[in-house]
């Protein structure tokens, strides 16, 4: 790694919130060698073939966070990380992260896009949000967030993503790199956004290894009945509310999938308000 990045992300955690505010600002999650990672760091590969304005990544080897603070006048002290979706084979970086993102500092909630590793890196990119969780926790107080009030977002694979975070916060997937991970990697909330990989137990049921706890947070999942991964939010909400965890399910009858904020599409103008109104009650 360029010796560089190491000192930057250093400063990164000890300089004041309102001096990076206003700038785009990386902070990537491994100091040292990438857990399990076999290449070596370098920027993220990115799709230049598709012209349809998505900024599409094709491989990460070293995931960081993007952060995007709210504006201090109305900063609620929540904080979201967001996970773009894209198969587990590429990342839907600003339609499914920065554009969220704007979205949710508009609301007064810090956003942090996780560039988690791919592609076809599952065990890897869980690695990374656990990491990701645990750095926003442990730095909570020089990013004016409450600890308390750390949840995590995701479309697609990075709503399945999201949902390994809340459900599976106690598995240990990586050995300790600093002081950071001394903290609790547990999400106090999730928001799965057109969610997939959740119906690949028999006949459809939940994916065996998604096993719920009572240690699992609240729940947020909006989806569309035309999706053809819409099965996994029926089969996941299911199975948290027999689990006893609340959750809030919304079915539409139309949108598809891969839709984010843009507009033109009745699920993509439906579910932030939505989302919204839920995310006011559960940070409460």
Same mark, same amino acid.
């Given at each position: 790694?360029?010796?560089?990045?190491?000192?930057?992300?250093?400063?990164? !955690?000890?300089?004041?919130?309102?001096?990076?505010?206003?700038?785009?600002?990386?902070?990537? !999650?491994?100091?040292?060698?990438?857990?399990?990672?076999?290449?070596?760091?370098?920027?993220?590969?990115?799709?230049?073939?598709?012209?349809?304005?998505?900024?599409?990544?094709?491989?990460?080897?070293?995931?960081?966070?993007?952060?995007?603070?709210?504006?201090?006048?109305?900063?609620?002290?929540?904080?979201?990380?967001?996970?773009?979706?894209?198969?587990?084979?590429? !990342?839907?970086?600003?339609?499914?992260?920065?554009?969220? %993102?704007?979205?949710?500092?508009?609301?007064?909630?810090?956003?942090?896009?996780?560039?988690?590793?791919?592609?076809?890196?599952?065990?890897?990119?869980?690695?990374?949000?656990?990491?990701?969780?645990?750095?926003?926790?442990?730095?909570?107080?020089?990013?004016?967030?409450?600890?308390?009030?750390?949840?995590?977002?995701?479309?697609?694979?990075?709503?399945?993503?999201?949902?390994?975070?809340?459900? !599976?916060?106690?598995?240990?997937?990586?050995? %300790?790199?600093?002081?950071?991970?001394?903290?609790?990697?547990?999400?106090?909330?999730?928001?799965?956004?057109?969610?997939?990989?959740?119906?690949?137990?028999?006949?459809?049921?939940?994916?065996?290894?998604?096993?719920?706890?009572?240690?699992?947070?609240?729940?947020?999942?909006?989806?569309?009945?035309?999706?053809?991964?819409?099965?996994?939010?029926?089969?996941?909400?299911? %199975?948290?509310?027999?689990?006893?965890?609340?959750?809030?399910?919304?079915?539409?009858?139309?949108?598809?999938?891969?839709?984010?904020?843009?507009?033109?599409?009745?699920?993509?103008?439906?579910?932030?308000?939505?989302?919204?109104?839920?995310?006011?009650?559960?940070?409460?």
């Amino acid at each position: 790694m360029n010796p560089l990045k190491i000192i930057f992300v250093s400063l990164l !955690l000890t300089i004041p919130v309102s001096s990076f505010t206003q700038e785009k600002v990386m902070l990537y !999650l491994w100091p040292g060698k990438v857990p399990g990672e076999l290449k070596e760091k370098q920027a993220p590969a990115v799709d230049t073939t598709q012209k349809d304005g998505v900024l599409r990544y094709t491989e990460v080897t070293n995931p960081a966070l993007e952060i995007r603070l709210a504006d201090p006048a109305k900063n609620t002290g929540a904080a979201l990380i967001v996970c773009p979706g894209g198969g587990y084979g590429r !990342l839907a970086y600003n339609k499914e992260g920065t554009e969220i %993102a704007d979205w949710l500092n508009s609301k007064g909630i810090n956003a942090f896009v996780l560039s988690y590793r791919i592609p076809n890196k599952r065990p890897e990119a869980l690695q990374d949000a656990q990491r990701a969780i645990r750095i926003l926790r442990s730095n909570s107080a020089k990013w004016k967030i409450d600890a308390g009030k750390i949840g995590i977002m995701g479309f697609s694979a990075g709503a399945d993503l999201s949902a390994r975070a809340a459900i !599976l916060s106690g598995n240990k997937t990586y050995e %300790a790199v600093d002081r950071s991970d001394d903290t609790s990697c547990r999400p106090d909330f999730a928001l799965l956004i057109y969610p997939a990989y959740f119906d690949r137990g028999e006949n459809r049921s939940l994916t065996p290894d998604l096993k719920i706890t009572n240690l699992t947070p609240p729940v947020f999942i909006f989806q569309s009945a035309d999706d053809s991964h819409g099965n996994s939010a029926i089969v996941m909400a299911g %199975a948290l509310r027999d689990a006893k965890i609340p959750v809030e399910l919304h079915l539409v009858p139309k949108g598809g999938h891969g839709y984010g904020l843009r507009p033109g599409n009745p699920a993509a103008e439906t579910w932030p308000s939505l989302a919204g109104k839920w995310l006011l009650n559960v940070l409460k």
